[in-house]
Nanobody, 124 residues
Framework: QVQLVESGGGLVQAGDSLRLSCAAS????????MGWFRQAPGKERELVAA????????SYGDFVKGRFTISRDNGKNTVYLQMNSLKPDDTAVYYC?????????????????WGQGTQVTVSS
């Protein structure tokens, strides 16, 4: 079992930046591939970014287009999502997730543990 707690969401204007954090507790953090997902009202949950156990590999949703960066600090049991050049379309609840199935996981269904989510709202 691993517990995940997100923080860092909020209300910002278009073009601003935010950094989300996800603190993990429970099993050794470095055993888990980590991901950030988002879900807007009326839409399916989608991958924002994923990072491998060691942090050496990453994957991003097509819509990111170089604006976001995922990173992790295994010593602090924390994964981050740096979001720059935010757009109103980025408005959603952002979730952190953990998977022990593969070193890098991009499919929503392969994640076993989820945080409660943090709201990101981008005004125009």
């Amino acid at each position: 079992q691993v517990q995940l707690v997100e923080s860092g969401g909020g209300l910002v204007q278009a073009g601003d930046s935010l950094r989300l954090s996800c603190a993990a507790s429970g099993q050794p953090f470095s055993n888990y591939a980590m991901g950030w997902f988002r879900q807007a009202p009326g839409k399916e949950r989608e991958l924002v970014a994923a990072i491998s156990w060691s942090g050496s590999s990453t994957s991003y949703g097509d819509f990111v287009k170089g604006r976001f960066t995922i990173s992790r600090d295994n010593g602090k049991n924390t994964v981050y999502l740096q979001m720059n050049s935010l757009k109103p379309d980025d408005t959603a609840v952002y979730y952190c997730a953990a998977s022990d199935k593969y070193s890098l996981v991009v499919r929503t269904t392969l994640y076993d543990y989820w945080g409660q989510g943090t709201q990101v709202t981008v005004s125009s």
